[in-house]
């Protein structure tokens, strides 16, 4: 039993005068990764859009319900793991997509890969990468991982990344529909900073035969505005030709760094997606399609119409639209409407074993965690992702069991209620559906 057993080595260790090198508190958590990262890295990752009233929403929903635990029910033996499109993980959760984790440490999404390998979490590739997916894949081997791709403006990149995906071993495809365009971040724009632009988060372009095809095209938009040629210009173009796989001197002297990046600038999303795009994808895929960022019941519906195969209720972490609802609260409507046809998910503020068990409560699968592990890899790359994770199994394990839950099946609506005093709009809570 895994929270008996991480509880017990962090005591023991205790003994010997060893403390966690991650925090367990969120907050601390944070507050070590702020210590350990570049000011703007870390600033890109906690971002929220506008105010971040989102980002407090997202964690104030889960305050509002209450774990009611039951007594005497025998919970020596629990059963944390979940099954997903035929794949078993060990506990509800999986590492969400997350670009640019070179922000974080160097080893980026392969120390994230090989903790999750370490941990057997599900690992969701990022359109955004700092890594390509198939060497992402090979350390994953069995260990469940899925891609998330962006709807670019290229169709053809489109097919080519999802052709990858499947060939490499990815489960599912995973299409994040928030992001059609990047949210208002406020700190982001305070210190000017996109890491695209400085040549980070571009892997899986740059692998990709089909994008690196595209770059010695001609330019399809208006030209990029040129930066102005100042020192921090001239140290932007050797990180972004540094970053392009071919070897410092043969890109300076191509320049295919520059042109990546100008090309990516143009394709990168593609605001004008509607439900008839989605068709292209499922004709080209056996693969089961997630839609990411779905928070309307209407939406949910119209995408198991459209023969998706997962939900996830995610607002990006509060990274898009400033005020827009919590996920918590949109769930249960979501959950209703889809009938227990697919699986969904939720994601953005899960930060502990409570927060999974109440997401499970109200009708999730599963769930995705996001910044708590970026922040984890600031501190101490692979090893810290995998305290990470150990402690997130061992918490939601403990919480499951002293809630009198032996198994993931056993956590139904009747597990929570709404905290005293907290008005639930009729419509969000409406009976929930596994
Ligand atoms: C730094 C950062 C980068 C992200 N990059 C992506 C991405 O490339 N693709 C994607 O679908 N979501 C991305 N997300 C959103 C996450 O997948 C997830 O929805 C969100 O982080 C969940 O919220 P949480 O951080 O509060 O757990 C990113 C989030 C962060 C913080």
Known sequence: MIGVRRQTQIYVDGVSGRRPVIPLDPERLEAAARRRMRPESFAYVAAGAGSERTVAANRAAFDRWRIVPRMLRDVEHRDTSIELFGQRLPSPFLLAPVGVLELAHREADAAVARAARDTGTGMVFSNQASCPMEGLSRILADTPHWFQLYWSRSDELVASLAGRAERCGCRAIVITLDTTMLGWRTRDLEGAFLPFLHGKGLAQYTSDPVFRRQIAEPPSGPPAPQPRPTLAALRTLIELTRAYPEGFVPTLLSGRGRAAVQRFSEIYSRPSLTWDTLAFLRERTELPILLKGILHPDDAARAVEEGMNGIIVSNHGGRQVDGS?????????????????????????????????????????????????????????RAGVRDLLSNLQADFDLTMGLAGRRSVAEIGPESVVPAPGTAHDATLSAPRIR
């Not at 609260?329 to 409407?337: C, I, M, N, R, Y």
């Not at 889809?338 to 999974?356: E, K, N, Q, Y």
Request: a neutral charge.
């Open 325 to 381: 609802i919590a996920t918590l609260d949109a769930l249960p409507g979501v959950v209703e409407a889809v009938d227990g046809r697919v699986p969904v998910l939720l994601d953005s503020g899960v930060r502990g074993g409570a927060d999974i068990f109440k997401a499970l409560a109200l009708g999730a699968r599963a769930v995705l965690i996001g910044r708590p592990y970026v922040y984890a890899l600031g501190i101490a790359g």
